[in-house]
């Protein structure tokens, strides 16, 4: 819930855009010619700065005259009055510029709020885009300032504006509405970060585009966690029942979750890369290189009876090397071979196989929060990382192979209407 001024602000912005969506005029500005001449002379970004002021200045007036009628006209009903000018301020690019605001006053005496003069103060999505390409908050300042009266580009003002506008992102991201999307994939997978424990569903597109879904923090990876995540999901609008394919780091308690709400339209595809490290790590060092390259060798196969063999030979091996890598390989070995048994292409296939569009996301996340020294307790990991993935998400490109995924459509449907098959999914 947001602070009460943050909530009265919100209303008087409402109030103005109403106000207005109903005024079909028009705001004019005129400059003097000789204003014009003497700002270019210092740079056209000069008048267009100066101009910009000048505009929030007509802005709020034309406000105060659609809420209190024009100057000297005396009206029986009125419930608001112009009550002067003071100091104030307006936000621009993370700035904190000088301006003249115009004042109301109610009839009972308090302050109304204007909706223009509470927009123009909102923080600037710039100083969100600037910290997530690498600038500092000590720094901010010294690159960006651009108008002589500026101020409020301190370190402790630009952290508190990212704030802000990180806790926007992130509200975005977690309230995106979801139904309209055509996702043919979900990849879920979750990750250490400073400390916190983070789960985050990224979808596949049918064209081949890639979204970040959602995110959830909890204290380990499991089925609670998982199951709040996909109900939030589903709140926003994801129909769990068209047959998609579900690529999970291996857990149990995400499939368990993802079953729970998705049932026989999940077909589900276990990471083969988090299956490699599993097994790997039951093994002393002597005989992991080996047993990584057999387990390499048998996942590249495209054909699913012979990666099977493969992987059931080396199983047999590791029943006599070291038991629990061998249940390790055992548990869930089949849905490591959902995209084998799909016939997924090669270049799609690498995709699919493992969650690893999660972890390259999250690759970016650790590039934009290099500059963070000091990790706090409360919601600071998850705007964090919550703008991260926004930020990575602006820079996604879509799937190798996308040209294919029309086909593998076709097949999880039939995959998932017909019995016999999901008999033999689950056998």
């Keep these: 819930m947001g602070r009460p001024y943050h909530i009265e602000n919100q209303r008087a912005v409402e109030k103005f855009r109403r106000l207005f969506s109903q005024n079909p005029g028009v705001i004019q500005l005129m400059l003097p010619m000789a204003e014009v001449a003497g700002l270019l002379q210092q ?3 000069e008048l267009v700065r100066e101009a910009g002021l000048q505009l929030m200045m007509l802005i709020m007036e034309e406000e105060v005259k659609g809420l209190v009628g024009e100057r000297s006209q005396p009206q029986a009903e009125r419930a608001l009055y112009r009550w002067g000018r003071e100091g104030g301020y307006c936000v621009i690019d993370g700035q904190k510029v000088k301006l003249r605001r115009a004042r109301v006053r109610e009839r009972a005496g308090g302050e109304y709020r204007l909706g223009s003069y509470a927009l123009f103060q909102r923080s600037s999505p710039r100083v969100w885009d ?6 500092t908050t000590r ?3 010294g690159v960006v300032k651009e108008f002589r009266e500026a101020y409020g580009v301190e370190k402790s003002a630009v952290s508190e504006q990212f ?7 992130l509200r975005e991201l977690m309230e995106r509405r979801l139904e309209k999307l055509e996702l043919f994939a979900l ?14 569903a990224l979808g596949i597109h049918k064209d081949g585009r890639k979204t970040v879904l959602g995110l959830r923090e909890g204290a380990t ?10 109900s939030d999901l589903a709140g926003r609008g994801l129909d769990f029942s068209v047959p998609r394919l579900y690529v999970l780091d291996g857990g149990k308690a995400l499939e368990a979750a993802v079953r729970r709400h998705a049932g026989q339209a999940a077909v589900v595809q276990r990471c083969q890369l988090h299956k490699r490290r599993n097994v790997i790590e039951h093994l002393p060092e002597e005989h992991r290189e080996s047993v990584e390259r057999k387990l390499k060798n048998a996942y590249g196969m495209f054909e699913y009876e012979e990666a099977k063999r493969a992987l059931g030979k080396l199983h047999h091996e590791l029943m006599h090397l070291n038991p629990s890598a061998a249940r390790s390989l055992e548990e869930g070995l089949e849905e490591t071979l959902t995209v084998h048994r799909l016939g997924v292409p090669e270049t799609l296939r690498r995709t699919l196989a493992n969650t690893n569009l999660i972890e390259s996301a999250f690759s970016v996340v650790e590039t934009v929060c290099r500059n963070v020294k000091r990790w706090r307790p409360g ?6 990382v919550g703008s991260g993935l926004l930020f990575a998400e602006s820079k996604f490109r879509r799937v190798r192979g996308y040209r294919e995924i029309p086909a593998m459509v076709a097949r999880l449907s039939s995959l998932v209407s017909n019995p016999v098959a999901r008999r033999a999914r689950v056998a």
């Excluded at 990849?187 to 789960?199: R, S």
């Design 221 to 230: 990876e499991n089925a609670t966690v998982g199951s709040e995540l996909w």
């Design 163 to 169: 704030i802000e506008a990180s806790r926007e992102k």
């Design 130 to 135: 600037h910290l997530m390409r690498g600038l």
């Design 379 to 384: 919601d600071q990991a998850e705007r964090w």
């Design 139 to 141: 720094n901010f300042g």
């Design 43 to 45: 740079g056209l970004g």
């Design 187 to 200: 990849l879920i997978d979750g990750t250490e970060f400073k400390g916190h424990h983070l789960m985050v």
